[in-house]
């Protein structure tokens, strides 16, 4: 017996369209990852791009449980002396809805150039719409995630 090794050539992309209103911050984007990284797809290897793209509608209407609105805070630093910054997931909501997504999924994905290619093929939007329409053919269908 041989081990099977995925080739470049046989990677296809299919697009995945998530509605994210009223789903559980945490568990939807480890779902979100999984799709992104290929884990779903029977030729998944770990050193291989061999994800689909991914879009988010909704993403201002996530929800979280407990009190994490108000406890759950996000660091950035500027790179200057009291450069640290934070911000409440609360605040985050109302000011950049899709950055809360982004932040949660780039954590789930590999620390590397891998992980941030893997990123780019996540396309976050706060509602309804998306200019993705002629990619997402009627063929792959929506990707729902439960």
Not at 47 to 59: M, P, S
Not at 71 to 78: A, D, F, G, P
């Amino acid at each position: 017996m041989r081990t099977y090794r995925t080739k470049v050539s046989e990677i296809e992309r299919k697009w995945h369209i998530i509605d994210a209103e009223g789903k559980i911050l945490g568990r939807l984007c480890s779902q979100i990852a999984r799709l992104l990284m290929g884990k779903h797809k029977p030729i998944y290897s770990p050193h291989l791009d061999t994800g689909d793209y991914v879009i988010v509608l909704n993403a201002a209407k996530v929800r979280v449980t407990g009190r994490k609105a108000q406890q759950k805070i996000y660091y950035r630093h500027s790179g200057y002396p009291e450069g640290l910054r934070s911000i409440t997931y609360a605040e985050m909501m109302k000011t950049h809805p899709t950055r809360a997504i982004e932040h949660a999924v780039k954590g789930m994905l590999p620390k590397n150039r891998l992980g941030a290619r893997m990123l780019k093929k996540l396309k976050v939007y706060e509602g309804e719409s998306h200019p993705h329409k002629p990619q997402v053919s009627t063929e792959t269908g929506r990707g729902e995630v439960s």
